[in-house]
């Protein structure tokens, strides 16, 4: 078995051994705490008539609240299970969904050519990807950009994983979120901070803003504050 399909079998099981319920997956947070102070990070460069498309998209809570903020969003994911999720959230359709793998090549053209130029919003990929698959996840981004798209991309930082040891280290053991994500052989802050940028050069995108940011989570410290994990944002569009 390759890397990439133990990745993605990593990720259909984890999603299929998850419920519907909002916030059953730790980095489920609420679109207020995610998806919108990001966007307003995206706006003053971002064409907001562009579709958006939400890479590794999970179940669609952001990509729903991408959908009243854009007039066509899609929302992409590796897992099957995943996207099944999505489309069960939203009977409405105020979304599409769609199973890819975003090292598919062809399959990320394919979806270019039907969605024209488009802006991209990507949370947290490329830090738990396969080092070999991160380039081309990168590359997957600036093809969906186009010439006029504008992507925001943001990824967890090394601090993060210190954040995530100590969160483990609670008594009792890590909380039953996390062991999930753990069990599933999943690697949250696997990519080193500077790799990022690096790979985003070298698929091709001009980083056009960035700056420190804190993912929201859905799990708590014992005390009961909210943990967040620090992260970067970067704003780029094609080189």
């Known amino acids: ?5 133990r990745y993605r079998q990593a990720w259909e099981s ?3 051994q998850t419920s519907d319920a909002p916030g059953d997956a730790i980095w489920d947070a609420d679109p207020s705490l995610s998806a919108a102070p990001h966007l307003d990070l995206l706006a003053p460069y971002a064409d907001p008539s562009l579709p958006i498309a939400d890479l590794g998209c999970g179940n669609g809570t952001q990509t729903r609240y991408l959908a009243s ?3 066509r969003a899609v929302g992409i994911d590796l897992s099957r ?3 099944e999720h999505a489309r069960r959230a939203d009977p409405a359709g105020a979304a599409e969904y769609r199973q890819l793998s975003l090292t598919d090549a062809a399959g990320v053209a394919e979806l270019a050519r039907r ?7 990507m949370r947290a990929v490329i830090h738990q990807s396969d080092a070999a698959d991160r380039r081309p ?4 981004v600036a093809t969906l950009l186009g010439r006029r798209g504008r992507g925001f991309v943001v990824e967890l930082t090394a601090e993060s994983k210190a954040v995530l040891g100590e969160l483990a280290a609670s008594p009792g053991g890590p909380p039953l979120k ?3 994500v753990f069990d599933h052989g999943l690697r949250p802050a696997d990519a080193a901070d500077k790799e990022v940028p690096e790979v985003l050069a070298e698929a091709g995108l001009e980083i056009l803003a960035e700056g420190p940011t804190a993912l929201a989570q859905t799990e708590q410290w014992p005390d009961g504050s909210r943990v967040e994990l620090p992260a970067r944002w970067f704003v780029v569009s094609r080189a």
């Open 115 to 121: 969605l024209g130029d488009a802006n991209v919003y």
């Open 1 to 5: 078995m390759s890397v990439s399909e």
């Open 81 to 83: 299970a995943a996207v």
């Open 14 to 16: 984890y999603w299929q």
């Open 178 to 180: 996390l062991r999930r």
């Open 137 to 140: 996840v990168a590359e997957a």
């Open 69 to 71: 903020r854009f007039g």
